[in-house]
């Protein structure tokens, strides 16, 4: 029989050309199941689906078909009172129809052979609803009709298969058509019927082929949680949350290039008596993750076959059988924010939104971003269905997590800000699709702001949103990146935020020229280096009943200033709080470090990343949690002291200089990011220079202009910034790969000037003679040398002529900051070499 006139169609007989028949949900099912699931190792559970056919012939055979286009002729989507009483009118009519005998017993007998299939009498199905313009490239219908879970026994399975055919009409359905411009009369439901994974026991979650945010599309994320999937989608727990980089795990590399723990409170198991029941994750269970490694590679493998085999970026939700112990795909649709793979080295355009904060104006909420734009409006806190009259277009939906009913007024709303929900969420999903922005995860907005208060969500600041109270003016520029002009110097982007990585590697620049770890150190670690390496030591300690401060400070090498023994314990619990996923302490470090730069590495792979080892000065390390222990509290002058490559040889610091290597170590090593290389700032002597690469090549990497020169040889550079590296250009540049211009501090030195003192800042300046002839002189030595010359200061970032003038000079690269790229690189043209 011809497949349009079945009313049953198993997974075996679909594939992905029956979106008309089956829905796209189904028919991406059947696809996976007959191409992925032999060929490609990619576990999908048996099924079957009720096809297109199926709902015609239930509506007509119930007369319901004719009355549906009638109550449609009347109908207002904008007025709320209209859309629920259609809602409830048709879904009420068709509720109430029977079954033909034949499609009742074509539906019972195919549950029987599924049960038979799986050695149960009664075999616990996901009964799930796929529309005929559902999973499409423009619209995914994210959680628009009804899905069942555990269900059990013909009676229940003939319920839940009527539910899912009404819930075509639900209103966040009905709105969302007419948002789209589909037709309510047109579209048909198929239901799908799966074996349940026993997820229940385990874990669950979803992957996107790219990252949700940006668009860029070199990573798979993967968000994971304990229990049934539907606790992502509502939002009410924050999963853990993987990123893993595309082109170095096809090279074999187990390139996780970032994890977060999430808040996995809650999960959603089985019911005594079918369906499902919500109940509390163990303490023990919340301070792991609910993935493994292994099972975080072994999915993103999965989700590049999916994606290759599609030919488009993927939306995917996976499940781990709690039973077996094995990993299963249970649905894959198309992402339909970016609709593209292209990686961001080929975009066609850029666009940014630039916040106008006065001095001082800091945020009243935080959370997670979504959407990456501003929103402007009048708060509405809603706390539930009932309440959604009273939301006005163009307000700010406040509430503690969105749900698929809410939909008809997501789409009014200026900018939407929940207390739950991570990436995946239903709030960010949808916000995404609708381009409205989103700040999600706050914990705490539905507290903390006022019903009726004017606030701005800002998320254009990469990863973290910001709330603030008022109205917040702000710009959007945007460039068309086809008619930007080429130029011979290179341009390359100064990151510290691993956050804003994603996005700025949309920029036409050449790569990273500075990437700065205090940002992570000071925002990720937040802990310093050498109260993590002594952690166990400190613990030991203050656990004796005979503590004194000078047989601490013995114990403790690199102890400064007098420490008491409750103090010490303060710390210790501290960092005992943060650092709950690891037993050794030192990890901590190497991983948050790791995978800090290993995003910014990943973002502008293959382009260089030039990655600046630590340089905080005494008083900042101090503010670290345990800084009060190893630093010294009244250096007379942190800008001119125990900084930069002096303390990487010292014996008190040397430890943590170690911990910085290991981390490169496993970013080229593991993640395979090659394209990671080196900066030593402030090195004060060529002497100096020499022992901090003798130290980084015992640490087992491959540095040094006399290593091999092959790929895997690590540059490294020094910071061009003391007038001792200037006048003894010639000499570092045969210990270095080259130099980093760090107009800052170079300018403050060669004047004598504290850049921290504001008064004679007008008398601080890069375009001052002494430091256009210094600057001159290195760019000269380094191209008699053949040798890298860039400059990463403000200076080309604030002075378009200081740009021009470095362009003259034959510099080799200008590393700026992100929102100076656009402006200086059009100013630049100007100036015709």
């Given at each position: 029989?011809?497949?349009?006139?079945?009313?049953?169609?198993?997974?075996k007989?679909?594939n992905?050309?029956?979106v008309?028949?089956?829905?796209?949900?189904?028919?991406?099912?059947?696809?996976?199941?007959?191409?992925?699931?032999?060929?490609?190792?990619?576990n999908?559970?048996?099924?079957?689906?009720?096809?297109?056919?199926a709902?015609?012939?239930y509506?007509?055979?119930?007369?319901v078909?004719?009355?549906?286009?009638?109550?449609?002729?009347?109908f207002k989507?904008?007025?709320?009172?209209?859309?629920?009483?259609?809602?409830?009118?048709?879904?009420?009519?068709?509720?109430?129809?029977?079954?033909?005998d034949?499609?009742?017993?074509?539906?019972?007998?195919?549950?029987?052979?599924l049960?038979q299939?799986?050695?149960?009498?009664?075999?616990d199905?996901?009964?799930?609803s796929?529309?005929?313009a559902?999973?499409?490239?423009?619209?995914?219908?994210?959680?628009?009709?009804?899905?069942?879970?555990?269900?059990?026994?013909?009676?229940?399975?003939?319920?839940?298969?009527?539910?899912?055919?009404?819930?075509?009409?639900?209103?966040?359905?009905?709105?969302?058509?007419?948002?789209?411009?589909?037709?309510?009369?047109?579209?048909?439901l198929?239901?799908?019927?799966?074996?349940?994974?026993?997820s229940?026991l385990?874990?669950?979650?979803?992957?996107f082929?790219?990252d949700?945010?940006?668009?860029?599309?070199?990573?798979i994320?993967?968000?994971?949680i304990?229990?049934?999937?539907?606790?992502i989608?509502?939002?009410?727990v924050t999963?853990?949350?993987?990123?893993?980089f595309?082109?170095?795990?096809?090279?074999?590399?187990?390139?996780?290039?970032r994890?977060?723990?999430?808040?996995?409170?809650?999960?959603?198991?089985?019911?005594?008596k079918?369906?499902?029941?919500?109940?509390r994750?163990?303490?023990?269970?919340?301070?792991?993750?609910s993935?493994?490694?292994?099972?975080?590679l072994?999915?993103?493998?999965?989700?590049?076959?999916?994606?290759?085999?599609?030919?488009?970026?993927?939306?995917?939700e996976?499940?781990?059988?709690?039973?077996?112990?094995?990993?299963?795909?249970v649905?894959?649709?198309?992402?339909?924010?970016?609709?593209?793979?292209?990686?961001?080295?080929?975009a066609k355009?850029?666009?940014?939104?630039?916040?106008?904060?006065?001095?001082?104006?800091?945020?009243?909420?935080t959370?997670?971003a979504?959407?990456?734009?501003?929103?402007?409006?009048?708060?509405?806190?809603?706390?539930?269905?009932?309440?959604?009259?009273?939301?006005?277009?163009?307000?700010?939906?406040?509430?503690?997590?969105?749900d698929?009913?809410?939909?008809?007024?997501?789409?009014?709303?200026s900018?939407?800000?929940?207390?739950?929900?991570g990436?995946?969420?239903?709030?960010?999903?949808?916000s995404?699709?609708l381009?409205?922005?989103?700040?999600?995860?706050?914990?705490?907005?539905?507290?903390?702001?006022?019903?009726?208060?004017?606030?701005?969500?800002?998320?254009?600041?990469?990863?973290?949103?910001?709330?603030?109270r008022?109205?917040?003016?702000?710009?959007?520029?945007?460039?068309?990146?086809?008619?930007?002009?080429?130029?011979?110097?290179?341009?390359?982007?100064?990151?510290?935020a691993?956050?804003?990585?994603?996005?700025?590697?949309?920029l036409?620049?050449?790569?990273?020229?500075?990437?700065?770890?205090?940002?992570?150190?000071?925002e990720?670690?937040?802990?310093?280096?050498?109260?993590?390496?002594?952690?166990?030591?400190?613990?030991?300690?203050?656990?004796?009943?005979?503590?004194s401060?000078?047989?601490?400070?013995?114990?403790?090498?690199g102890t400064i200033?007098?420490i008491?023994k409750?103090?010490?314990?303060?710390i210790?619990?501290?960092?005992?709080e943060?650092t709950?996923?690891?037993?050794?302490?030192?990890?901590?470090f190497?991983?948050?470090?790791?995978?800090?730069i290993?995003?910014?590495?990943?973002?502008?792979?293959?382009?260089?990343?030039?990655?600046?080892?630590?340089?905080?000065?005494?008083?900042?390390?101090?503010?670290?949690?345990?800084?009060?222990?190893?630093?010294?509290?009244d250096?007379?002058?942190?800008?001119?002291?125990w900084?930069?490559a002096?303390?990487?040889?010292?014996?008190k610091?040397?430890?943590a200089?170690?911990?910085?290597?290991?981390?490169?170590?496993?970013?080229?090593?593991?993640?395979?990011?090659?394209?990671?290389?080196?900066?030593?700032?402030f090195?004060?002597?060529?002497?100096?220079?020499?022992?901090v690469?003798e130290?980084?090549?015992?640490?087992?990497?491959?540095?040094g202009?006399?290593?091999?020169?092959?790929?895997d040889?690590?540059?490294i550079?020094?910071?061009?910034?003391?007038?001792?590296?200037?006048?003894?250009?010639?000499?570092?540049?045969?210990?270095?790969?080259?130099?980093?211009i760090?107009?800052?501090d170079?300018?403050?030195l060669?004047?004598?000037?504290?850049?921290?003192?504001g008064?004679?800042?007008?008398?601080?300046?890069?375009?001052?003679?002494?430091?256009i002839?210094?600057?001159?002189?290195?760019?000269?030595?380094?191209r008699?040398?053949?040798?890298?010359?860039?400059?990463?200061g403000?200076?080309?970032?604030?002075?378009?002529?200081?740009?021009?003038?470095?362009?003259?000079?034959?510099?080799?690269?200008l590393?700026?900051?992100p929102?100076?790229v656009?402006?200086?690189?059009?100013?630049?043209t100007?100036y015709?070499?």
């Amino acid at each position: 029989m011809d497949k349009k006139q079945k009313y049953i169609l198993w997974f075996k007989e679909i594939n992905k050309g029956d979106v008309s028949l089956v829905g796209g949900k189904n028919a991406s099912l059947g696809e996976m199941f007959n191409r992925l699931n032999k060929v490609g190792g990619i576990n999908v559970p048996d099924g079957f689906a009720l096809t297109s056919r199926a709902y015609w012939s239930y509506l007509k055979e119930n007369g319901v078909d004719k009355k549906i286009r009638e109550i449609f002729k009347n109908f207002k989507v904008d007025d709320l009172d209209c859309l629920k009483r259609t809602s409830r009118e048709i879904r009420s009519l068709i509720l109430k129809g029977k079954f033909s005998d034949e499609l009742k017993k074509k539906i019972i007998d195919s549950y029987r052979e599924l049960s038979q299939k799986y050695k149960e009498k009664y075999v616990d199905v996901a009964v799930r609803s796929s529309a005929t313009a559902e999973d499409l490239p423009t619209a995914s219908f994210a959680g628009a009709h009804e899905t069942y879970l555990n269900v059990r026994g013909e009676e229940r399975l003939l319920e839940v298969v009527k539910n899912c055919i009404a819930s075509l009409f639900l209103e966040r359905a009905i709105s969302y058509r007419q948002k789209k411009g589909f037709s309510h009369t047109e579209i048909a439901l198929s239901v799908g019927v799966q074996k349940m994974v026993r997820s229940d026991l385990a874990s669950s979650g979803v992957m996107f082929t790219l990252d949700t945010e940006t668009g860029f599309s070199n990573v798979i994320l993967i968000n994971s949680i304990y229990g049934l999937g539907e606790m992502i989608v509502k939002g009410r727990v924050t999963p853990d949350e993987f990123f893993v980089f595309k082109p170095t795990l096809e090279k074999g590399y187990k390139a996780i290039i970032r994890k977060n723990l999430g808040r996995k409170v809650i999960k959603y198991e089985y019911g005594a008596k079918g369906g499902i029941k919500e109940v509390r994750v163990s303490k023990n269970k919340q301070e792991v993750f609910s993935l493994t490694d292994e099972e975080v590679l072994t999915l993103a493998h999965w989700g590049c076959q999916i994606e290759k085999h599609y030919g488009c970026a993927q939306d995917i939700e996976w499940a781990k059988d709690g039973k077996s112990g094995k990993l299963f795909i249970v649905q894959s649709r198309p992402e339909t924010i970016y609709k593209s793979t292209s990686p961001g080295l080929v975009a066609k355009s850029f666009q940014e939104y630039q916040i106008k904060l006065k001095k001082g104006e800091k945020p009243i909420l935080t959370g997670m971003a979504i959407g990456g734009k501003i929103g402007i409006g009048r708060v509405r806190i809603i706390s539930d269905i009932s309440k959604l009259k009273k939301f006005n277009k163009g307000d700010v939906l406040v509430t503690k997590m969105t749900d698929p009913d809410w939909v008809p007024i997501m789409g009014m709303a200026s900018a939407i800000i929940t207390d739950e929900g991570g990436k995946t969420c239903h709030s960010a999903i949808v916000s995404r699709e609708l381009g409205v922005p989103a700040i999600v995860g706050t914990e705490r907005a539905t507290k903390l702001l006022k019903e009726g208060e004017i606030v701005t969500a800002d998320c254009s600041q990469g990863l973290n949103g910001r709330v603030y109270r008022g109205k917040i003016s702000f710009e959007i520029k945007k460039y068309n990146l086809k008619k930007i002009p080429k130029l011979k110097t290179k341009i390359m982007v100064n990151i510290g935020a691993p956050e804003i990585a994603f996005k700025s590697s949309f920029l036409p620049v050449s790569g990273v020229g500075l990437a700065r770890e205090e940002f992570i150190i000071a925002e990720k670690i937040r802990i310093h280096p050498l109260a993590l390496y002594y952690h166990n030591r400190m613990k030991k300690e203050i656990s004796s009943n005979f503590f004194s401060q000078e047989k601490f400070k013995k114990n403790i090498p690199g102890t400064i200033g007098n420490i008491t023994k409750i103090e010490v314990a303060k710390i210790i619990k501290k960092i005992d709080e943060i650092t709950i996923e690891h037993k050794n302490k030192k990890d901590y470090f190497i991983k948050e470090l790791a995978e800090g730069i290993g995003q910014i590495g990943a973002a502008f792979w293959p382009r260089p990343v030039i990655v600046r080892f630590s340089d905080f000065k005494t008083n900042e390390y101090a503010q670290l949690i345990g800084g009060s222990i190893f630093e010294p509290a009244d250096e007379p002058n942190p800008m001119l002291g125990w900084r930069g490559a002096s303390r990487y040889y010292d014996k008190k610091f040397k430890p943590a200089f170690l911990m910085e290597c290991e981390a490169i170590k496993r970013i080229r090593n593991v993640f395979g990011l090659k394209n990671i290389e080196l900066m030593v700032p402030f090195c004060r002597t060529v002497e100096e220079g020499e022992k901090v690469l003798e130290i980084i090549k015992k640490a087992g990497l491959n540095v040094g202009l006399n290593q091999s020169k092959s790929e895997d040889r690590l540059k490294i550079y020094v910071m061009c910034e003391i007038p001792s590296n200037v006048i003894l250009i010639e000499r570092f540049l045969e210990v270095f790969d080259g130099v980093s211009i760090g107009s800052n501090d170079l300018t403050q030195l060669s004047l004598g000037i504290d850049r921290d003192n504001g008064y004679l800042q007008k008398i601080s300046d890069e375009r001052n003679a002494t430091i256009i002839k210094m600057i001159k002189q290195v760019i000269q030595a380094c191209r008699k040398k053949n040798k890298y010359c860039g400059i990463c200061g403000q200076a080309p970032s604030d002075y378009p002529e200081f740009a021009r003038f470095l362009f003259k000079e034959g510099i080799e690269s200008l590393s700026l900051t992100p929102d100076t790229v656009m402006k200086t690189i059009l100013a630049s043209t100007k100036y015709k070499k």
